[in-house]
């Protein structure tokens, strides 16, 4: 099962920032939050990810609380080819057998 | 284009038929892996394999057999396969301990 729970869909206005809630309140020290998208019938395609530190890249933001229970993807500037399923993955295991168990995810829709 | 390349991209076959998914990588990763994601379903792992070795099986139906030569290559072959069968499978690559690329993934039908 997976060990994330995410709102199962969410609008956004084009050109507004898309924030994406993840709750992961059984998460262990070692393991990190990926954040992946899937666009129909696409394979996923990987966002950004991080342990306990804020993070940025080109695509989006990562905010993780402190307590690391819960964690919220930004997307800065939502343009209308951002609309996929988003999912958030807490990756379990380590050293070679590291796995990514995927839930529903969020369905962002991005409306002109 | 992610650097995993999957192919065929569609596939239909019968249910006494035997064929194969193939996927390749030339990241340099050495771990593989083969996902299933059915219609309205979440993405499941079946296969993991690490340096050419098999590391995880997630409860498979032997009609799924998978085949790893090398690291850059991954095959999944398929026999007697039924209806329930039909899905999206993909293929993803990694360096060990890093984030996963995911190919494509190929629609199967199983009529």
């Not at chain 1, 306990?52 to 402190?66: C, D």
């Not at chain 2, 593989?32 to 993405?43: E, G, I, R, V």
């Not at chain 2, 590391?55 to 690291?71: A, G, I, K, L, Q």
């Amino acid at each position: 099962d997976a060990k994330t729970t995410q709102p199962p869909s969410m609008d956004c206005a084009e050109g507004r920032a898309a924030n994406l809630p993840c709750n992961h309140s059984t998460i262990s020290g070692n393991e990190y939050v990926y954040w992946y998208r899937q666009i129909h019938s696409q394979g996923p395609q990987y966002i950004i990810h991080g342990l306990k530190n804020n993070e940025t890249n080109e695509m989006a933001s990562l905010i993780i609380t402190e307590d690391r229970k819960s964690s919220t993807l930004i997307l800065p500037h939502a343009t209308l080819r951002d609309t996929a399923v988003y999912y958030c993955i807490v990756r379990v295991g380590q050293g070679g057998s590291e796995k990514l168990v995927f839930g529903k995810g969020t369905k962002l829709t991005v409306n002109p | 284009e992610t650097g995993v390349t999957q192919t065929p991209r569609h596939l239909v076959m019968g249910m006494t038929n035997k064929k194969s998914l193939k996927c390749e990588q030339h990241l340099g990763h050495n771990a593989m892996y083969w996902y299933k994601q059915s219609a309205k379903k979440p993405l499941e792992l079946m296969f993991v394999y690490n340096f050419k070795e098999q590391t995880e099986n997630n409860s498979v139906p032997s009609r799924f057999s998978p085949e790893c030569p090398n690291s850059s290559h991954l095959f999944l072959h398929l026999h007697t396969l039924q209806p329930e069968d039909s899905a999206l499978y993909l293929c993803a690559s990694s360096q060990q301990g890093e984030k996963q690329i995911f190919g494509s993934g190929t629609q199967l039908s199983v009529l």
